[in-house]
């Protein structure tokens, strides 16, 4: 089963820049739509962006549109999301996750009831 390790979190000042990886180990996530979601701290966990299997297509809501970017590397089984222009509300644990083996597009917000298998989460602390 495939397991997922986020790291890359840390404390950054607002306006900063922040690259987070989630590598995964046990199998390939290479046919998985993958996605990044975050939940501040006694919030709830939302969807950020997600990318399409080949890393063809991506999808971002509407706070991370023009300040984040999703991407992968199959070769070497990670999903990655740079962060630049960081505000104090985005202060959260950032997660990662997978839905198997669909090779589908991103092109709509994840549920996170459709997600098959979740990483332990990175802590990023924005401060202003």
């Known amino acids: 089963q495939v397991q997922l390790v986020e790291s890359g979190g840390g404390l950054v000042q607002a306006g900063g820049s922040l690259r987070l990886s989630c590598a995964a180990s046990g199998r390939t996530f290479s046919p998985d739509l993958m996605g990044w979601f975050r939940q501040a701290p006694g919030g709830e966990r939302e969807f950020v962006a997600s990318i399409s299997w080949n890393g063809g297509s991506t999808y971002y809501v509407d706070f991370a549109k023009g300040r984040f970017t999703i991407s992968r590397d199959n070769a070497k089984n990670t999903v990655y999301l740079q962060m630049n222009s960081l505000r104090p509300e985005d202060t959260a644990v950032y997660y990662c996750?997978?839905?198997?083996?669909?090779?589908?597009?991103?092109?709509?917000?994840?549920?996170?009831?459709?997600?098959?298998?979740w990483g332990k989460g990175t802590l990023v602390t924005v401060s202003s």
């Open positions: 996750a997978g839905r198997l083996g669909v090779r589908e597009v991103a092109g709509s917000p994840l549920p996170l009831h459709d997600m098959n298998y």
